[in-house]
T-cell receptor, first 111, second 111 residues
Framework: RKEVEQDPGPFNVPEGATVAFNCTYS??????FFWYRQDCRKEPKLLMS???SGNEDGRFTAQLNRASQYISLLIRDSKLSDSATYLC????????????FGGGTRLMVKP | DVKVTQSSRYLVKRTGEKVFLECVQD?????MFWYRQDPGLGLRLIYF???????EKGDIPEGYSVSREKKERFSLILESASTNQTSMYLC??????????FGPGTRLTVT
């Protein structure tokens, strides 16, 4: 079983739709959680950190469920520019030095 | 803004050549990382460094070495390039709250 698992998609949604991705992790001692966005042939860029209480940044909402060991990302009012691969990222060791990446979920927003 | 730069965007080398990939960050971060990213395999950690002259192996260190002589610079070395090292190489540095910032990547082709 992979340490961090995501549905690879693709998720094809129309503009304006709401879409949600989930990510499960296997290590209950996981420390920190992030969502990254990666455009085709570009580097991953930090989208948002995920806090225990949940957090929101504009159209994006991230949630953490430690009991069930998953994190989620909700995108409201999807834009064409949201089309990308979204990577779920978890740190496992105490120093938080090392990130473990999920395989990514591909989102395609259509006009 | 954090800036992580890599010496080359695209590189073509022959089998058996020694290859140097350089990475520089401007945020005085202590921790730096080298990953490779391949289709279907996601991001995999090759080496990381938590201080000058300190290094630790990641998940796939075989065939690679690293050098960290200055805090801002972290180099990845392919001692004798092989075709299975054709990949996208990504450097990252770690911020204060555990997030990592990536350079633009080097797409290496070994022929």
């Amino acid at each position: 079983r992979k340490e961090v698992e995501q549905d690879p998609g693709p998720f094809n949604v129309p503009e304006g739709a709401t879409v949600a991705f989930n990510c499960t992790y296997s290590n209950s001692a996981s420390q920190s959680f992030f969502w990254y966005r990666q455009d085709c042939r570009k580097e991953p860029k930090l989208l948002m950190s995920v806090y225990s209480s949940g957090n929101e940044d504009g159209r994006f909402t991230a949630q953490l469920n430690r009991a069930s060991q998953y994190i989620s990302l909700l995108i409201r009012d999807s834009k064409l520019s949201d089309s990308a691969t979204y990577l779920c990222v978890v740190t496992f060791n105490n120093a938080g030095n090392m990130l473990t990446f999920g395989g990514g979920t591909r989102l395609m927003v259509k006009p | 803004d954090v800036k992580v730069t890599q010496s080359s965007r695209y590189l073509v080398k022959r089998t058996g050549e020694k290859v140097f990939l350089e990475c520089v960050q401007d945020m005085d971060h202590e921790n730096m990382f080298w990953y490779r990213q391949d289709p279907g395999l996601g991001l995999r950690l090759i080496y990381f460094s938590y201080d000058v002259k300190m290094k630790e192996k990641g998940d796939i260190p075989e065939g690679y070495s690293v050098s960290r002589e200055k805090k801002e610079r972290f180099s990845l070395i392919l001692e004798s390039a092989s075709t299975n090292q054709t990949s996208m190489y990504l450097c990252a540095s770690r911020g204060l709250t555990g997030e990592q910032y990536f350079g633009p990547g080097t797409r290496l082709t070994v022929t």
